[in-house]
């Protein structure tokens, strides 16, 4: 489990800066007690979310499945199938039937638009916990 005082980072993907804050927003500096205070790393583009991945200590990505040119639902199931430590995604879903999708792209968990502070802290919140706890795979 993360201790309170740690810190985590959470990328967020969307080629719309109002999205962006909306997630950061709705989220929260601490999404729960027990989850280290997050720092926020913005990409408006794919080619921003790969190098900050490629860099390493992201905690969790969450990606605008609407987002453009490349949709976070293809980034999705591209990172889980190319990156060998993989952090949980999250994927913002613009209609509930899009939840089918979301599971098409691996993607850990979904939030959906309009962005719900209460849910979105709670999914964000599980996720890190989930993060913390697991073995990373070795391959």
């Known amino acids: ?13 969307s080629n719309v800066p109002e999205v962006r804050a ?22 408006p583009a794919q080619s921003d979310v790969l190098r900050e991945l490629d860099q390493g200590g992201i905690d969790l990505a ?19 199938y ?3 430590d993989c952090p949980p995604i999250v994927v913002l879903i613009a209609r509930r039937q899009d939840g ?9 968990a979904v939030i959906n638009t309009p ?6 802290a709670s999914v964000v919140a599980e996720q890190l916990r989930r993060r913390r706890t697991e073995i ?3 391959r």
Do not use: H, N
């Open 115 to 120: 962005i719900e502070p209460v849910e979105s």
């Open 22 to 43: 909306q997630v950061r927003t709705a989220v929260g500096r601490r999404p729960a007690p027990d989850v280290g205070r997050i720092e926020w790393v913005e990409c």
């Open 62 to 80: 969450i990606l605008d499945g609407e987002a453009q040119p490349t949709g976070g639902m293809g980034l999705a199931r591209q990172f889980k």
């Open 100 to 108: 089918w999708l979301a599971s098409w792209s691996l993607a850990d």
């Open 1 to 13: 489990m993360t201790s309170p005082s740690e810190r985590v980072t959470v990328l967020v993907y």
């Open 82 to 84: 190319e990156l060998d």
């Open 136 to 138: 990373p795979v070795v």
